[in-house]
């Protein structure tokens, strides 16, 4: 964070994080295996590890899946320029890294809570889980503001919140089956977003993921939390904000 006549400003790895989390699909650079290793770009649905790092699910029968044994490098292009009448000034971070299976149970239920529909598929023998180990990232956050950040500074140090990871599904599904009407306030009042029948899909040391059909949001906190008890207080006071602030509105 940087401090700029008393207003705080996110540093270009907390923006480059935060845009990485917020995200549910990216563009996926790999290296062809049978040419001289032509770049290949395709379309990938992702969610965040703990400490930001992307999780993939993908086919084997797909071209980028068959090019990551011969060369393991990709980049990772995640785009937060939507809705901005001007693209090219909204934020977007390239990511290079390296792609490898994982096993984690925890990370294949952080990936299928953002995409429930992918439990159809997630079994199939021909699909696996895959994180990205970041190197370093590119961050364009509008014109003049480009940065490349270190993987040290980038990622989130995910020991400290080992409690609350261990307590995320439970959290997610009180919050889904008691304060359903929390959720929607967070979403149309905090986040300014419409409808209703949203649901958070994850909670992680810096903020929440909401989804309702095919739209996104995320709820990031002031300060980050480590455990149950700090994610209920957290989100407690959030919701008495969205009803204050709602009942102004009125």
Do not use: C
């Not at 307590?167 to 419409?194: K, V």
């Amino acid at each position: 964070m940087s401090t700029d006549g008393g207003t705080v400003k996110p540093s270009p790895a907390d923006t480059a994080r935060n845009l990485i989390r917020a995200t549910n699909r990216a563009t996926l650079a790999t290296r062809m295996r049978d040419t001289d290793g032509e770049p290949y770009a395709s379309l990938v649905m992702m969610a965040a590890a703990y400490d930001a790092s992307p999780i993939l699910l993908i086919s084997g029968l797909a071209e980028h899946t068959k090019n990551i044994p011969a060369d393991s490098r990709v980049s990772l292009l995640i785009d937060g320029t939507t809705g901005y009448a001007e693209p090219l000034t909204g934020p977007r971070v390239s990511i290079q890294g390296r792609a490898a299976v994982t096993t984690d149970p925890a990370l294949r239920a952080r990936y299928l809570a953002r995409h429930p529909d992918a439990n159809a598929f997630a079994g199939f023998g021909d699909f696996a889980f895959y994180t990205i180990t970041v190197e370093r990232a590119h961050l364009v956050a509008g014109f003049g503001r480009i940065d490349w950040v270190t993987a040290a500074d980038l990622l989130f140090d995910p020991r400290p919140t080992v409690a609350l990871a261990e307590r995320e599904a439970d959290i997610i599904d009180h919050m889904n089956t008691d304060h359903a009407d929390a959720i929607d306030l967070y979403a149309s009042t905090l986040l300014d977003r419409p409808g209703t029948g949203w649901r958070m899909t994850g909670i992680d040391p810096e903020g929440i993921d909401l989804a309702s059909e095919g739209a996104i949001a995320r709820l990031p906190f002031d300060t980050a939390i480590y455990d149950a008890e700090s994610a209920r207080m957290t989100l407690a006071k959030l919701a008495k904000k969205a009803r204050r602030d709602a009942t102004q509105e009125k």
